[in-house]
């Protein structure tokens, strides 16, 4: 029966495909409500399907386009759990390609406009496009101009963006009669835990972040960028600090001139994290910067630096200095997402006394208005606090330096 592999939501979605001539089906809303793995197995039925049409019209070899923000994305998101649930083994080419079904699966990203190059010119007969929203406009579009071929149809999932986000008001909002657009809630997967849900739903920060990630909904930021920051709750003192034996010492840097530049000396202890020490100024050439972190490395020991990836080549002098400097992870608002977490479950914690520019950065770190980007004002210190959390948490179970290096890289869409 559909029931036991498939919840209502997903049925519902999957008869209204059956019944309907669509050329665009979108599934948006909450994490973990069943978008991504509804659209993995619909992808499965499309190359069956473009198989199909393709035998009728005597095409040898039919292309189909796969879409993500960057190819690790794609690996992880939809080759591994197909290979998870029904033990695919999928060979590629040497341009990351792959055959399924007698179809040949161009995989590009979508991320950048780089990923224009891998489509343009083709004809295919479908895409799947995973994390919409976070595609380049261009290359969504040119991905849709690709699809061509007799009875091409697109699939696209994407978790939620602000309330003016092109594919909410060009697409999922037109009422084009091709469009299917379905939105989901995180109770929508009804296969969940019941713990689960409850602790998602007390943990995830109230406001913009609980209603995109468990209502599904497009809104936008709003006021503070860390509105559950506590100092009375989160501030330690330097000698509190100093009597926690942290399992690790990181650090994060923000490059900066007219503005401040900032590195940050953060422990980890556990899933806690704990702000150190900063150092925040104007006007220091990457000599200054390349003492600075060396005067850490005196006090901390061989620390990693996770430093902001605009700025390469200060990051290669940090290297050729020595120092552990790797490409931090810049996935603003997944790194906000976390930082205000581990706020919201008490589990940051900052010398506050110490940190003279966090102090004045905390409580005037704002949204754009409307909008889900946060202004790029009083915010150096605290990206330098992101750059080391987010980056940490996504590279920590790599304690090679050259894989932690690759997959920064892969989660900025570098590789």
Known sequence: MLSKIYTPKQIEILKACRNSDWFMLINHGAKRSGKTQLDNDLFLAELRKVR?????LGIDTPQYILAGYSLGNIQDNILTELSNKYGFEF????YNNF?????KVIQTSHGSISGLGRIRGMTAFGAYINEASLANQEVFDEIKARCSGKGARIIADTNPDHPEHWLLKDYIKSGASGILSNHFSLDDNTFLDERYV???????PKGMF?????KGLWVSGDGVVYPQFDRQKHSITADQARQINFDRIIAGVDWGWEHYGAIVAIGVKGRSYCVIEEDATKHRYIN???EAAKGMITRYGNIPFYCDPARPEHIAAFQKAGIQAYFGNNRVLSGIEAVATLMQNDLFMIVYDECPRFREEIFKYIWKKNS?????EMDDVLCAIRYGIYSDMTVSTNPEPDKQMDQAKKLKGMI
């Open 52 to 56: 199909q049409t393709a035998d009728q």
């Open 91 to 94: 060979k590629f080419d040497k």
């Open 99 to 103: 055959n399924l079904f007698g179809v």
């Open 198 to 204: 409850r602790e998602i739903k007390a943990t995830t």
């Open 210 to 214: 609980y209603d995109r990630g468990v």
């Open 288 to 290: 200054g910067w390349i």
């Open 372 to 376: 889900a980007e946060p202004l790029k």
